[in-house]
């Protein structure tokens, strides 16, 4: 007989307990109808101005609301849910990672886990999504964001959160210091072994998402900052290229000027010198980011799986 297997949920919740009240019920549900599995539920309340009532969800669902002080963001909650799991318990066999409004289909929690373990739970597990439903504008903004990532990082990203985490891996995920900035990227730079299943994403359960425009933004600079070194040797050899690219124009004006017959217009030395200005400020450039990015190396942190301590506000259970 297989020993059951407990699963913890983790999701982020700011300011939309409605939401979250759908979420659980349907968690709940794993429980019920898969015997191999038991399944915890913790909770970030990333600072959320309306007050939660602990309402009876399921007598089959554990429940641990974690309170911050402050909102830190989506990406920020994670990382101090995930480091709290990692420090605090023990009796478990997958963390998964998820959002409370629906998009992330708790249906599917049983095909990440059960991919983890075809997998021997050595990698992480995303879905990758195969049919979405937002708008045309959002969709139009994820195809440059994919594009513009995999031009400036060389990596491919086309997941997000909903993922699920073997024990054994945890630890070296709690340690990242880029998992503070964005988990998906995170997981990417650090090398650490994962693997995708695609999945449909879900529709919002009810209301608008809080991610405005602004956010997005923000969202997807803090992926791309996780690869700053990678980043900063791209933005050399571009620079590289483009300069070579100028000096070669300034010899071809040169050449047509002094040697050929042909006629150049007066402007030719203003082009000369527009060209060299380009050539200073690609160096400039290059350089300041270079210089940065060493000055970033020298500063040697210690691991640490401690941060999140700082964040608590007060951690509430939630008994069936």
């Given at each position: 007989?297989?020993?059951?297997?407990t699963?913890?949920?983790l999701?982020p919740?700011?300011?939309?307990?409605?939401n979250f009240?759908?979420?659980a019920?349907?968690?709940?549900?794993?429980?019920?109808n898969n015997?191999n599995?038991?399944?915890?539920?913790?909770v970030?309340?990333?600072g959320?101005?309306?007050?939660?009532e602990?309402?009876?969800?399921?007598?089959?669902l554990p429940i641990?609301?974690i309170?911050?002080?402050?909102?830190?963001?989506?990406q920020?909650?994670?990382?101090?849910?995930?480091?709290?799991?990692?420090?605090?318990?023990?009796d478990?066999?997958?963390?998964v990672?998820?959002?409370?409004?629906g998009?992330?289909?708790?249906e599917?929690?049983?095909q990440?886990?059960?991919?983890?373990?075809?997998e021997?739970?050595?990698?992480?597990?995303f879905?990758?999504?195969?049919?979405?439903?937002?708008?045309?504008?959002f969709?139009i903004?994820?195809?440059?964001?994919r594009?513009?990532?995999?031009?400036l990082?060389?990596q491919?990203?086309n997941?997000?959160?909903?993922?699920?985490?073997p024990?054994?891996l945890?630890?070296?995920?709690?340690i990242?210091?880029?998992?503070?900035?964005?988990y998906?990227?995170s997981i990417?730079?650090s090398?650490t072994?994962?693997d995708?299943?695609s999945?449909?994403?879900?529709k919002?359960?009810?209301?608008?998402?809080k991610?405005?425009?602004n956010?997005?933004?923000?969202?997807g600079?803090?992926s791309i900052?996780?690869?700053?070194?990678?980043?900063?040797?791209?933005i050399?050899k571009m620079?590289?290229?483009g300069?070579?690219?100028?000096?070669?124009?300034?010899?071809?004006?040169?050449?047509k000027?002094s040697?050929t017959?042909?006629?150049?217009p007066?402007?030719?030395?203003?082009?000369i010198?527009?060209?060299f200005?380009?050539i200073?400020?690609l160096?400039?450039?290059?350089?300041?980011?270079?210089?940065?990015?060493?000055?970033?190396?020298?500063?040697?942190?210690?691991?640490?799986t401690?941060?999140?301590?700082d964040?608590?506000?007060e951690?509430k259970e939630i008994?069936?």
């Amino acid at each position: 007989m297989n020993k059951e297997k407990t699963i913890i949920c983790l999701t982020p919740v700011y300011n939309d307990w409605e939401n979250f009240l759908i979420l659980a019920s349907k968690i709940a549900e794993i429980t019920v109808n898969n015997e191999n599995y038991s399944v915890q539920l913790v909770v970030i309340n990333d600072g959320s101005d309306e007050e939660f009532e602990a309402l009876d969800f399921s007598r089959n669902l554990p429940i641990e609301i974690i309170t911050l002080k402050n909102n830190v963001g989506h990406q920020r909650a994670i990382a101090i849910g995930l480091q709290y799991i990692n420090a605090v318990k023990s009796d478990f066999d997958f963390v998964v990672v998820l959002d409370s409004d629906g998009e992330d289909k708790p249906e599917d929690i049983i095909q990440l886990v059960s991919k983890c373990e075809t997998e021997n739970s050595k990698k992480i597990i995303f879905a990758q999504r195969k049919k979405r439903k937002e708008s045309i504008l959002f969709m139009i903004g994820y195809f440059f964001y994919r594009h513009i990532f995999h031009l400036l990082t060389g990596q491919k990203i086309n997941f997000g959160n909903f993922s699920c985490i073997p024990k054994r891996l945890l630890k070296k995920i709690a340690i990242q210091d880029n998992l503070w900035n964005h988990y998906s990227g995170s997981i990417i730079q650090s090398k650490t072994p994962f693997d995708g299943i695609s999945l449909d994403r879900g529709k919002r359960y009810s209301g608008q998402s809080k991610m405005n425009f602004n956010s997005l933004v923000i969202h997807g600079l803090s992926s791309i900052s996780v690869y700053f070194d990678s980043l900063s040797i791209r933005i050399l050899k571009m620079s590289i290229y483009g300069i070579m690219a100028c000096f070669l124009a300034v010899v071809v004006v040169l050449y047509k000027k002094s040697i050929t017959d042909t006629a150049i217009p007066g402007w030719a030395s203003n082009l000369i010198f527009i060209i060299f200005s380009i050539i200073l400020q690609l160096s400039s450039v290059t350089l300041i980011i270079l210089l940065m990015q060493l000055s970033s190396r020298k500063n040697i942190k210690i691991p640490s799986t401690d941060i999140y301590k700082d964040f608590i506000e007060e951690i509430k259970e939630i008994k069936p």
